[in-house]
């Protein structure tokens, strides 16, 4: 057996390095190579190769302990910051059964044959965005089309008004933070506690309407269930109404700003799309594959495990590297080429196990009309900032901050 965890085999951690922001795949490569299991300074545990991603996700011996992680990383009183006890109602950091009973109350909306049908709508967002670019001959894709878009088709799903979500297309989520392993700083915590403390405020608001207006509408079926009384809490309530916002918007943007951006540094990938759309489908999970828009995850272990040859014992914090799997030469050839015609894709970016995103399906079908779209609309389109992308200094969730595109 293979002892990753002595400080001589240890290549240097910090996630929050701008370097490290800006292209963390030569670090993943080192890591998946001298030790793709190993515990840091900081007190988790790295894990970067594919089939002990995937048996991580997967496997019941590991399991959330979203309160235990927080204390560890931010000290005994962590859940009473409110941005930490409200992200810690939410179905993502939650273990059977709450997590089981959280979930089965917005699964039905996520269900693959509800978002096919909501193709024609989300084709008519995408096509009402580029009308309102085109005649510019310029945007900032980011900003303009990647997280407009996926606001405003979350924003359709929970019933929020039109008149209501100015707040929402104008600012990015800065709770994200709170999912990376290195810990926030005191101001960080203050803006996300600030943040979340205004996010509660509204949505109690738009509880409020649902429950004397009624809608076919996300938030309407989760009011219903609060008034049942034994299935969401109020609190509850609030707090998975902002993780369906956050996170139904944050992977999309993502996926599509980071999909241009690397299409466009393998121009002759682009040209594939562009001689042939058929490929946009696959090209979605290829693009997730090689720059996925939420590199990490975390788990502990509920019994001693051991992966790679190295034993972890219970009650250990684990991260899973998802875009360190995702290049795994072991399960893929080539892996840090882009290739829009690659068989047998299968990445890790949605996660796996009972925690798989619930957007998933969502965020493929946006990505698909966009990049089709773009195609179509604006064949000419080139990103004059590609070979100095601007990244948002943010672990856990990888996306850009702009990316300023042109066409003739």
């Excluded at 240097?12 to 840091?40: E, M, Q």
């Excluded at 609190?235 to 998975?240: F, I, P, R, T």
Aim: aromatic share 6%.
């Amino acid at each position: 057996m293979t002892d990753m965890s002595s400080p001589a085999s240890q290549p240097a951690f910090n996630p929050l390095d701008p370097a490290f922001i800006a292209d963390p795949y030569p670090f993943y490569h080192r890591l998946r190579s001298t030790a793709p299991v190993f515990r840091t300074p900081m007190g988790f545990w790295l894990v970067s190769r594919y089939e002990d991603v995937a048996l991580v996700l997967r496997d019941r011996r590991f399991g959330k302990d979203f309160a235990g992680n927080m204390s560890r990383r931010y000290g005994a009183r962590a859940m009473e910051e409110p941005a930490i006890a409200s992200l810690g109602r939410t179905m993502l950091v939650l273990d059977p059964p709450d997590h089981t009973r959280l979930r089965g109350l917005v699964n039905k909306a996520f269900v693959a044959r509800r978002i096919a049908d909501m193709r024609r709508q989300v084709s008519a967002l995408v096509e009402a965005e580029i009308d309102r670019v085109q005649a510019k001959g310029g945007m900032d894709v980011v900003k303009e089309l990647a997280h407009r878009l996926p606001v405003l088709v979350i924003c359709d799903m929970l019933g929020i008004p039109e008149d209501h979500r100015g707040p929402f297309l104008a600012e990015r989520n800065v709770n994200g933070r709170l999912l990376d392993p290195v810990p926030m700083s005191r101001d960080e915590m203050d803006t996300a506690n600030a943040m979340t403390q205004l996010a509660g405020v509204y949505f109690e608001q738009l509880c409020e309407l649902r429950r004397k207006e009624p809608k076919d509408d996300l938030t309407t079926e989760l009011v219903r269930a609060e008034e049942a009384g034994d299935r969401l809490t109020s609190d509850e309530l609030k707090a998975n109404i902002g993780l369906l916002l956050g996170a139904g918007h944050e992977t999309t943007s993502n996926l599509i700003g980071n999909g241009l951006l690397a299409l466009h540094r393998s121009p002759d990938q682009w040209q594939r799309l562009k001689d042939d759309p058929s490929l946009i489908p696959g090209a979605i999970e290829e693009l997730l594959r090689f720059d996925s828009s939420v590199q990490m995850s975390g788990r502990v272990t509920l019994a001693e495990v051991e992966l790679s040859g190295q034993k972890i014992p219970a009650g250990e914090s684990i991260v899973v590297l998802l875009g360190a799997a995702n290049r795994d030469p072991d399960t893929y050839g080539r892996p840090d080429e882009l290739d829009v015609a690659r068989k047998d894709v299968r990445p890790l970016s949605f996660g796996g196990g009972i925690h798989h995103c619930l957007g998933a399906q969502l965020a493929r079908l946006e990505g698909e009309l966009v990049f089709e779209a773009l195609i179509r609309r604006l064949p000419t389109l080139e990103l004059p900032e590609k070979d100095r992308p601007s990244w948002r200094q943010n672990f856990t969730l990888r996306g850009l901050t702009t990316l300023p595109a042109v066409w003739h």
